[in-house]
């Protein structure tokens, strides 16, 4: 596979970026660290739309050939839930999801370790993605679900799944006069974060001109997930940080000179994007 960002048309991963930061308006000993150059991209998921899939050999799949690793307890209970709602006709493998193997239910594995549970994979794909041709329609039961329950889907799906393409992150700050603060980065979900194997995917959305074809700046489109995230007082503050900047760049499109900025302000595979 070529490197990403060279001849595939894929944004090289370590483009230049803008980034904003606030303190969060409800957590005053954490700030808040945005990648405004991402979350005013036109990216949206394209699944069934033109997604080419993780991996080439799969392309119904999109990047539900792995199984999802849960993040922690809550995030189990949650889905285990969602789960015990779904009928035959709404989920494709009910019968292999609903048996009891190894003691779990039929939907659930472990990773390598042992402990960390994970969804299992059923015929080479997570055990929730309904495969082409299915009555229910192709994608994630749950998912589906939830859009017939009119509830949001992050509410249903994996914490990993309704998260990607965007990464939260965490570190302690140290200040000089020895304070410190939790910074909370929101950036996009690269291959990197897919750990050392993310550079073996065939391919990957989030950099790709192909998914950022979107009506709107990814921070509308990802509102509800970005809240969850965050909060809403602080996506409300990160939301004027993300139109501040869109001004900016409709200023920078006005201005001759200002032209060789955009590709620091606009994402890239945006601008490949625009016609």
Known sequence: MSTPGTSTGETALDAPRIWAEFTDPAEPEQRVRADLTWLTSSWHC?????????????PDDGCCTLGAHFTDADD?????????????DEWQFHDEGSAVV??????????????TVTTRRVEG??????????????????????????????????????????RRSYRTVERPDDT???????AEYD???WGPGGHDLDWYCSG???????????????????????????YAELSAHCEAHLAAVAAARQSPSGRRLLPLMVHPATLRATP
């Open 46 to 58: 394209i699944f069934g739309s033109g997604c080419a899939g993780i991996y080439a050999d799969r």
């Open 76 to 88: 189990l209970a949650r889905v285990t839930a969602v789960a015990e709602q779904l009928g035959p």
């Open 102 to 115: 190894d003691g779990r239910p039929g939907w659930q594995d472990v990773d390598e370790d042992g402990e």
């Open 125 to 166: 794909a997570c055990v929730f993605l309904n495969r082409p041709g299915h009555p229910a329609g192709t994608g994630c039961a749950l998912h589906s679900h939830a859009v017939l329950e009119g509830s949001p889907p992050h509410q249903a799906k994996p914490d990993v799944c309704w998260q990607l393409p965007i």
């Open 180 to 186: 410190s603060y939790l910074e909370i980065t929101i």
């Open 191 to 193: 291959r990197r974060g």
């Open 208 to 234: 790709r001109p192909e998914a950022h074809t979107a009506p709107e700046p990814a921070y509308l489109g990802l509102a509800a997930e970005l809240t969850e995230l965050l909060g809403a007082e602080a």
